[in-house]
C-alpha cells in the first residue's frame, strides 16, 4: 500500500513540467497528512520529503529550506511524544500519591461520618462532602494511572528495539574479532580462528564472513588428522576423514599412499617414490617440510646436507582429480609446466617456498583456481600476467614476497571475483600505488607490516564492498584519506601500532559509527 501511494504521487512527474509544483505541494500534503493522523506514520512521511524535495529540483526549483523545516518540525512532534511519555510517567507516580492521599481522606471521611451518627449532623455534613470529592480524587488517580500504564508500555517496546539494536551490534562486532582472529586456511570459504578466553587458546572454525562453523572447542591447534568440521574414522585398516558430506581416503606417510588414497598429508618430506602412480588418485595433496623438524635437526647436530623435496615431479599431471596442492616450506626452485594442465585445481599452497624464483607463464587453464597462496616467497621478481586470465580466483596472498610485486595492481583488476588480497609486508615503500582502486570487487585487504607507508591513496575510496582493512604495524601512518568514510561497508578498521593520535582515531569513529576501529599508539 505504501509502495501504490508513492507510485501514485511521483507519477505526475512524468506527465509534464506544468504539474511539477502542483505534484510538489501535494507530497507535502500527503507528508503532513502521514504525521498529523491518529496513527502517524513518521517513516514514509520522510520518504514523501525526500520525494518532495527530488520533484523540486525537476522543476528547477530549490524547497530544501522548506524541506529541512517540514524534517525539524517532524523530529520536534517526534521528540515532544518522547517528552509527553516521560510526563505521563511523571503524572502516575503523581497519581499513585494523589490516590494515597484520597484514601487517606476516605478515611478520615469515615471517621467523620461515625461522629457524625452520635448526633453531630455538621460533621456528618463535613465528612459526606469529603467522601464525595475523596471519590473523584480516586477516579482521577485510576485514569491517570491508566495512562501512565500505556506510557509504559510504549517505553518497554522502545527499550526492546534497543537491545535488540544493541544485540545486533554485539553479534556484527564479534563477527568482526573473529574475521581479525583467523590464522589458518581450511578451503575456499573457511579458516581458524583463535578464540579470546584469557589463561586458554581454544580453535575454532569460521567463514569468511566470520559466522562460526565450529565452536571453539580444541585444545590445541588441529591439523587434517583430527576434527575440524569433520572427523575421523578407521575401517578395515582404512583411515578415512570425514569433511562434510565428502569421505577422503587418508594418508600420513608415503608407505600407507595406494592407489584408493584421495587425501595425501605427508609433513617430514626426504623425498618422492619413484612409483608416483599410487598418488593419482589424490584430490588433496600437502607436501612440505616441517620447520620445527628441520631445527630439532640442528639441535642434535645433524650437520650432513638436508635431503629435502626440491623438485615436483613431472608425472603431477596425471593427477586428474586433485582439487588442493599444498608445497609449503619445501625447497623447490622450479613448479613444473604440466602442473598447469590440471583444470581441477582450486587451491595451490606455495607460501615460503624460499628457493621458488619463476612461476611457470601461462595459467590460464586453472578456469577453477580460487584461492593462491604466495607469501613468502621472496624471491619471485613477478607475477605471470596469466594470472589475470584466472576468472575463479576469489583470494591471493603476495605477503613479504618483495616490494616489485606491490608497484601496480591494474593487472589484477582483470580478476572479476578477486575479493581477499594480502599484499602485507612491504619494507620500503613509503605509499599505496593509486591502481589499488581499480580493485572493486575486494572485501578484505591486508596491508599490514608496511613500515615505511606514510599515507594511502584517495582512491582507496573507489573499494566500495570492502569489509575489512588491517594496517596494523604500519608505524610511519598517522593519517587515511578523507575517502576512507566512502566506505559504507567496511566492518574493520585495524591501525593498531600506527602513529594516528588518539584525537584523530576519536574523529575518525564520529564519522565511521559503522565501523570498527581497532588503534595503538606506535611503541
Known sequence: MKTATLILLILPCLLGAQDCMENYNNLMKEAKRLTDRKNPDYQQAIKIYSVANNAAKDCGQDKSGDINQALGALFTKIDGQRKTAEAAQQKAEDAVKKMQAAEAAKAAANKDKAKAEEGEKKALYLAEQRAVEAEKALKVAEHERELAKEAQEISKAAEKKAEEAKATTEVALAKADRVLSRIYFYGPNKDMAISKDEGTKKYGIIDRQGNLIVDYEYAARPEYKEKLNAFMSKEKNMTYVFDQDKRYVYANEIKAVTNKTTFVHLEKLS?????????????????????????????????????????????????????????????????????????????????????????????????????????????????????????????????????????????????????????????????????????????????????????????????????????????????????????????????????????????????????????????
Open 271 to 523: 623425498g618422492i617414490p619413484k612409483d608416483f602412480s599410487s598418488f593419482a588418485n589424490a584430490e588433496i595433496l600437502v607436501l612440505k617440510e616441517s620447520l620445527s623438524t628441520f631445527l630439532k635437526k640442528r639441535r642434535v647436530g645433524f650437520n650432513r646436507e638436508r635431503k629435502v623435496f626440491k623438485k615436483i615431479p613431472k608425472e603431477i599431471e596425471t593427477f586428474q582429480n586433485l582439487r588442493k596442492l599444498t608445497l609449503k616450506f619445501t625447497d623447490i626452485d622450479l613448479i613444473p609446466e604440466e602442473l598447469m594442465n590440471l583444470s581441477t585445481l582450486e587451491y595451490i599452497n606455495l607460501s615460503k617456498c624460499t628457493y621458488l624464483k619463476h612461476l611457470p607463464e601461462d595459467w590460464s587453464k586453472l578456469k577453477n583456481l580460487k584461492e593462491l597462496e604466495l607469501a613468502f616467497c621472496f624471491r619471485l621478481k613477478e607475477l605471470p600476467k596469466s594470472i589475470s586470465r584466472l576468472p575463479n580466483l576469489e583470494a591471493l596472498n603476495i605477503g613479504s614476497c618483495g616490494d616489485a610485486f606491490i608497484n601496480d595492481f591494474s593487472m589484477l583488476s582483470q580478476l572479476p571475483n578477486l575479493k581477499k588480497l594480502n599484499a602485507s609486508g612491504s619494507q620500503q615503500q613509503e605509499t599505496l600505488s593509486e591502481t589499488i582502486g581499480l580493485l572493486g570487487n575486494l572485501e578484505v585487504l591486508d596491508l599490514h607490516g608496511w613500515v615505511k607507508l606514510k599515507r594511502l591513496p584517495e582512491r582507496i575510496g573507489h573499494l566500495k564492498k570492502l569489509k575489512l582493512l588491517q594496517l596494523y604495524a604500519c608505524p610511519e601512518l598517522d593519517r587515511l584519506p578523507e575517502s576512507i568514510v566512502n566506505l559504507k561497508n567496511l566492518m574493520v578498521l585495524d591501525l593498531t601500532e600506527t602513529n594516528c593520535s588518539i584525537s584523530y582515531i576519536e574523529k575518525l569513529r564520529e564519522q565511521m559509527p559503522w565501523c570498527t576501529i581497532y588503534y595503538s599508539k606506535t611503541k
